[in-house]
């Protein structure tokens, strides 16, 4: 029972940090300068425990198209376990503390890799109460424009379904 309460918590939050980025491209400049520099046709992949949620992407030039699968992600990102995706997922624990704790392992580019973890930990500036934010980030980002317009803007996505899955 508690394991699948975990993964729909992370499965939601997966959804949300997808919407979180395409939103935060138009919004926040560094999101912005990320993605000017990504290669076309980047894919990532993140995975949850055994059998958990997972989120695959990929970068078409334009958009960041969230897909079905990916056979062969440009980068992958496996987190160990269930309690630890949760832990991960919900502010309890930081990319950098998951890092120390061996609870992921990473495939792919060190520099496709390093852009995930710069991503995130904007996403996370932007999604996560400064109070949680400051005791999982060593640094963190100042916020560029009030997160409740990131928030709104997110939702009115969620409500017109312009986070849909991309064949």
């Known amino acids: ?3 699948c309460i975990q993964a729909l918590v992370v499965a939601i939050v997966l959804r949300v940090v997808h919407a979180a980025l395409i939103e ?3 919004l926040d400049s560094r999101v912005a300068k990320e993605f000017e520099r990504m290669p076309e046709g980047l894919s990532y992949a993140i995975r949850t425990g055994h059998n958990g949620p997972s ?3 990929q970068w078409d030039g ?3 198209k969230r897909l079905a699968a990916l056979a062969a992600p440009s ?4 987190i160990k376990s269930m309690p630890l995706s949760f ?4 502010g309890q624990m930081g990319l950098a503390q998951a890092y120390a704790r061996h609870a992921f392992t990473m495939g792919g580019e060190v520099a496709d890799v390093m852009r995930l973890a710069r991503l995130v930990n904007l ?3 932007y999604l996560f109460p400064k109070i949680m934010t400051r005791r999982i980030m060593t640094d963190v980002p100042e916020t560029e ?8 803007r997110i939702a009115l996505g969620f409500l017109t379904g312009k986070y849909k899955l991309s064949k």
Not at 87 to 90: M, P, R, S, V, Y
């Open 1 to 3: 029972m508690m394991r």
């Open 24 to 26: 935060l491209r138009e």
């Open 55 to 57: 989120l695959y992407v």
């Open 62 to 64: 334009r958009e960041l």
């Open 75 to 78: 980068c992958a990102l496996r």
């Open 87 to 90: 832990q991960l997922f919900t």
């Open 123 to 125: 996403v996370e500036g």
């Open 145 to 152: 424009v009030c997160f409740l317009r990131a928030y709104a």
